[in-house]
């Protein structure tokens, strides 16, 4: 048995570090953590200075059993876990793991850290190890303590108040409340005109153009042509006054250096992959993982970036000289700048030993390693190796004209263009952006002072202002990023939360809030408006990061936490009824019987209701159609619903038939059964339309039982074939067996034999 066990997160990466360690290391995964949080209240125990009670999780008992194993047999234990705070307290996991069993007596316990995956790293990672830093385990804790805190204390209270099944998060409410406040500002946004007044011009047989930045002596702001009259008055003045030709009276030619951008870190890294490759937070990581763990090329792994969780921009010195060399080998000396660029990470968490995501190695050129990669590999890893390459670039050289042409009652029309005179980065990445529109590119004709060109035409062009646009996964993420909300490391996490939990929706990958989601926001700013502060919980990350840095205790930090939120909390769930908690919009009243009709928030989604639970009779309910929302709405779209359901007639064989909206969307029914409107609306089917649909479920229900026997049994056609059933257990029909053959002693004997239907239970929230 090998005298060294090193201990990994990821048992994609064990085989290929073993390899490179040799038969005296054994490498074995803790495939995660291996030790949780109890999910019980009182895991984290608040009034005996915040003891934490670690469970060991059931699925990981094999993996931390062969860790005991190996470790029994070893001299030396290396952790080598990720390198970031994550990392840290697995390792110190670990270690309690085999301190609670005994094992730790005359065993070396050694923390190594390594932020790519070649054989030089892991070896020098190995040689060099350290302690296991308490810093950033307690920084661990105390986020994991936090989070745990707010989650199982608030949540129970949103069940109580609000509806069952919904969550509230520390770090996941903050950036909730973004994206619904960005919708109200959508809601509430009015439109304003304004007009831009053009100048189409030509030089020779070159058409450019010219925009109004000058009327009458004075500059133009946005909102000086508000209207078509005034439009109107300015071109008629301007058209009289240019006539058939204008002169070029200033002409201002300036050059400008665009430096490149950083190489990524984790958000940019996720910001950049949603913007040019459309991926997801969640999806970049995971590919960034592959890459990072290794990809099999020509027999072997071979890990093709570093450490994808980093808020360091630092590149080592090794790597910057190879970039270079890269540099000057693909585009030419002239590319490399006399001094390496250097960026300093605004992060103030950032480490600085640590690195920026890069290429293992620049000389792994994407194109050459193309077929070892599946195509997001190639992607991601192309976008990282570009990026990489233009940091280290020189800078782009921009030239910028602009020719003035003034006449009449000093008008002046100026036209703008701009020309790369020396690409330098920009032949090889240009950054994205989020939500700018690209301005069209104006080329411009060769244009001296005193030249004259033809005028074509002068148009007016009426514009109107837009609402702020809803936040991307990238603007998201870059909007977490400034407010200092959560990590990079956990923004995918937050972000699948909101979808999980409905709320919120994608669409055309745009965050659009849910009723359920804006309630649970509105809740939470109303009556925990500390707690969804951005600037709160940003000080809170940087309490963490302090802690992370050994300038401050976890504990104290916990506490100063704990107690004014407890008494928040206590105190709410005296304070606020469940009425006032469940947002509701009042709409009108009801012509018929003078009562309120609200939209609200019920167990299945928003609805409507004429009345109030305290009126005599029980109040009258409708869902809301597809595209209708809490808060857009309006009383006469509402008064719509209650004309449902809908009596169309009967079927030929006397059946009465409706329509109707339920919780799946708008059906017809008949009978005692129901058939889906999936192309209609249920307020305009007619009864034709009804009797189609039907007739085509009568015929699908029809070809469905193959045989029927007087005790209920029954041989059915499923969605994997045929089977039979009594209700309460279902049992298979041999492949060789024609089901139309079989006779009721055939069924019973096939029902002894099925198993029993398990038992659907619900999800442990």
Not at 223 to 247: M, S
Not at 687 to 694: D, N
Not at 711 to 726: A, H
């Amino acid at each position: 048995m090998a005298k060294n066990l090193l201990i990994v997160e990821s048992p994609a990466k064990s085989k290929t570090i073993e390899k490179y360690l040799g038969k005296d290391y054994k490498v074995l995964a803790s495939y995660g953590h291996v030790r949780d949080l109890l999910a019980k209240s009182g895991a984290v125990d608040t009034d005996n200075n915040f003891e934490m009670t670690y469970v060991e999780p059931e699925d990981k008992k094999k993996y931390i059993d062969a860790i005991i194993k190996a470790a029994k047999k070893a001299d030396t234990i290396y952790l080598a876990t990720d390198l970031d705070r994550e990392g840290e307290a697995i390792s110190w996991h670990v270690v309690e793991i085999l301190k609670d069993r005994n094992l730790l007596e005359d065993k070396k316990i050694k923390r190594v850290v390594f932020s790519e995956i070649t054989k030089k790293a892991i070896q020098e990672a190995v040689a060099n190890p350290r302690e296991i830093s308490d810093e950033l385990v307690d920084a661990q804790q105390a986020r994991r303590a936090l989070d745990y805190l707010v989650g199982f204390n608030l949540s129970p209270l949103l069940w109580k108040k609000v509806r069952r099944g919904l969550s509230a998060g520390r770090v996941q409410s903050p950036a909730l409340r973004m994206i619904v406040q960005r919708e109200d500002e959508i809601n509430a946004f009015k439109s304003r005109e304004y007009w831009t007044i053009q100048g189409n011009l030509k030089k020779g047989q070159q058409a450019f153009e010219a925009g109004l930045n000058r009327y009458q002596g004075k500059k133009l702001k946005k909102f000086d042509i508000g209207n078509e009259k005034k439009a109107n008055d300015i071109l008629t003045q301007l058209r009289q006054q240019a006539g058939q030709e204008l002169t070029v009276t200033e002409l201002t030619q300036k050059e400008r250096k665009r430096k490149p951008a950083p190489p990524f870190i984790t958000s940019t890294l996720q910001q950049e992959a949603a913007r040019k490759l459309g991926f997801t937070a969640r999806k970049t990581m995971q590919i960034a993982q592959q890459l990072y763990e290794g990809i099999e090329m020509n027999g072997e792994s071979q890990g093709l970036i570093t450490y994808m969780r980093t808020d360091s921009l630092n590149l080592s010195a090794d790597a910057v000289t190879e970039i270079r060399g890269v540099i000057a080998d693909k585009f030419g000396t002239k590319q490399v700048p006399k001094n390496a660029n250097v960026y300093k990470s605004k992060s103030k968490n950032a480490q600085e030993a640590h690195e920026a995501i890069r290429p293992v190695s620049a000389t792994l050129i994407p194109a050459d390693i193309k077929s070892s990669l599946n195509n997001d590999q190639y992607r991601l890893y192309d976008l990282v190796w570009k990026r990489t390459l233009a940091s280290q670039m020189i800078n782009a050289t921009i030239g910028t004209v602009a020719a003035d042409f003034t006449f009449g009652d000093d008008h002046n029309l100026r036209a703008n263009g701009s020309t790369i005179l020396v690409k330098g980065f920009l032949s090889v990445y240009e950054e994205g952006l989020d939500d700018v529109k690209k301005d069209k590119e104006n080329r411009l004709p060769k244009l001296a002072k005193g030249d004259v060109v033809k005028v074509k035409e002068i148009l007016g062009n009426q514009h109107f202002t837009e609402p702020p646009p809803r936040y991307s996964e990238a603007s998201l993420v870059k909007a977490l990023e400034e407010y200092g909300i959560g990590r990079p490391s956990t923004y995918a996490s937050i972000i699948s939360t909101l979808l999980n939990r409905d709320y919120v929706e994608l669409d055309k990958k745009r965050f659009i809030p849910t009723d359920v989601g804006k309630v649970v926001a509105r809740f939470l700013e109303a009556h925990f408006d500390t707690y969804v502060d951005y600037d709160f919980t940003a000080k809170l990350e940087d309490a963490l990061d302090a802690v992370s840095r050994g300038e401050k205790d976890w504990k104290p930090l916990l506490k100063s936490f704990w107690d004014p939120f407890i008494k928040r909390l206590e105190d709410k769930e005296e304070s606020v009824s469940r009425e006032e908690a469940q947002y509701k919009r009042e709409l009108g009243t009801d012509p018929k019987t003078g009562k309120p009709v609200s939209v609200r928030i019920g167990k299945y989604g928003t609805f409507v209701q004429i009345g109030t639970k305290d009126d005599e009779e029980k109040p009258q309910f409708a869902g809301l159609l597809p595209g209708q929302t809490l808060d857009t709405i309006s009383y006469d779209e509402a008064m719509e619903l209650f004309k449902l359901p809908r009596d169309l007639g009967e079927t030929p064989e006397g059946e009465k038939v409706s329509a109707n909206i339920g919780r799946f969307g708008p059906y017809v029914r008949y009978a005692n059964k129901f058939v889906s409107i999936k192309d209609g609306d249920p307020y305009s089917i007619t009864l034709e339309e009804a009797l189609e649909l039907i007739k085509e479920k009568k015929i699908a229900d029809a070809n469905k039982v193959i045989q029927q026997f007087d005790d209920g049994i029954e041989v059915l056609n499923g969605r994997y074939g045929p089977y039979v059933t009594d209700g309460k257990k279902n049992g298979k029909i041999p492949k060789d067996t024609d089901p139309k053959s079989l006779s009721h002693e055939d069924c019973i004997e096939i029902l002894d034999k099925a198993p029993a239907k398990k038992k659907r239970r619900r999800k442990k929230k």
